[in-house]
């Protein structure tokens, strides 16, 4: 089991960026594939972006393709996400995940391991 806290969210204009971060208690982070999920109001949580544990490989959705990317630093035990060209349609409370399980999950049930969320609201 690993505590996640996720961090960095707020309110920015459409065009803007943002970058969230999400930092892993315990010493296994290296261990865990990580990712993010997000939830707009009165929708399903989806997936946004993962990392393997070694960092070597990423995974987007198509709507962040080009504009967020996710890194990973194992000696700090933290996830990031870099949010750029920002869209009104990217509002939405953005959760951090791990995993141990093999593979790069992309739906929820993949993960056993959210953090509480972080706000992102992008204004037009």
């Known amino acids: 089991q690993v505590q996640l806290v996720e961090s960095g969210g707020g309110l920015v204009q459409a065009g803007g960026s943002l970058r969230l971060s999400c930092a892993a208690s315990?010493?296994?982070?290296?261990?865990?594939?990580m990712g993010w999920f997000r939830q707009a109001p009165g929708k399903e949580r989806e997936f946004v972006a993962a990392?393997?544990?070694?960092?070597?490989?990423?995974y987007y959705a198509d709507s962040v393709k080009g504009r967020f990317t996710i890194s990973r630093d194992n000696a700090k035990n933290t996830v990031y996400l870099q949010m750029n060209s920002l869209k009104p349609e990217d509002t939405a409370d953005y959760y951090c995940?791990?995993?141990?399980?093999?593979?790069?999950?992309?739906?929820?049930?993949?993960?056993?391991?959210w953090g509480q969320g972080t706000q992102v609201t992008v204004s037009s």
């Open positions: 315990g010493r296994t982070f290296g261990s865990y594939t």
């Open positions: 995940v791990a995993t141990r399980t093999l593979g790069v999950p992309r739906t929820t049930y993949g993960y056993e391991n």
């Open positions: 990392i393997t544990r070694n960092g070597g490989s990423t």
